[in-house]
């Protein structure tokens, strides 16, 4: 198993948008195993490559439940296709920013397009925590944090925690 490190608000690399990956290597193929061991020790339902500081457009996530056999899910350059009018709100965390979680109002169901690990190009409708999941995904790709869709004084309120921890973390050495 390898366990990479998750980088955690105020990461500047967390604002960077992620490139294309040309081709499905055995390389990706590590990589996507080296993410799903760090969601699952986190542990994590999602994680995009961004939050283990590499700027690939790779995701991996699992929403299997407890007892559920595990249903790992990667997805190479994901696009979303389509969104639907409706929307829905539901509460999200996000291991780039530990122990806050919030309300965000998000469409209700995407069509989504992406590569699997075997080169084969995958086209799925998603509903339900699965779209949320998939869409709070996406966002890391480029760059945007589920706390961008809150109101200023809340985000603001978590920026400043996060910017107070990495100050007293950087003292302390
Ligand atoms: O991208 C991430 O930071 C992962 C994030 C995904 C996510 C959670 C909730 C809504 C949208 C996207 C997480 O996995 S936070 C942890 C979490 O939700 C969880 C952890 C253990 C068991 C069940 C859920
Ligand atoms: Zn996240």
Redesign the pocket.
């Known amino acids: 198993m390898a366990k990479r490190e998750i980088l955690v608000l105020p990461d500047a690399r967390l604002r960077q948008v992620a490139e294309p990956i040309p081709a499905v290597t055995d390389e990706i193929r590590a990589l996507a195993k080296d993410m799903l061991d760090t969601?699952y020790d986190?542990?994590?339902?999602?994680?995009?490559a961004t939050?283990i500081g590499d700027m690939r457009r790779i995701v991996v996530m699992d929403l299997s439940k407890e007892g559920e056999p595990p249903d790992p899910i990667v997805m190479i350059n994901p696009e979303i296709l389509n969104y639907s009018e409706d929307t829905v709100t539901?509460?999200?965390?996000?291991?780039?920013i530990p122990e806050i979680y919030y309300d965000v109002e998000r469409p209700a169901e995407i069509t989504i397009k992406y590569t699997d690990l075997e080169g084969k190009t995958v086209e799925r409708q998603a509903k339900d925590?699965l779209a949320?999941?998939m869409q709070?995904?996406l966002d890391?790709l480029d760059g945007v944090l589920?706390i961008d869709y809150l109101s200023r004084l809340k985000r603001d309120r978590v920026l400043k925690k996060f910017q107070k921890a990495e100050k007293l973390s950087r003292k302390a050495g």
Do not use: D
Request: proline share 4%; hydrophobic share 30%.
């Open positions: 969601m986190a542990p994590g339902i999602g994680l995009a939050q539901t509460e999200e965390g996000c291991l780039s925590r949320i999941c709070h995904e890391h589920y």
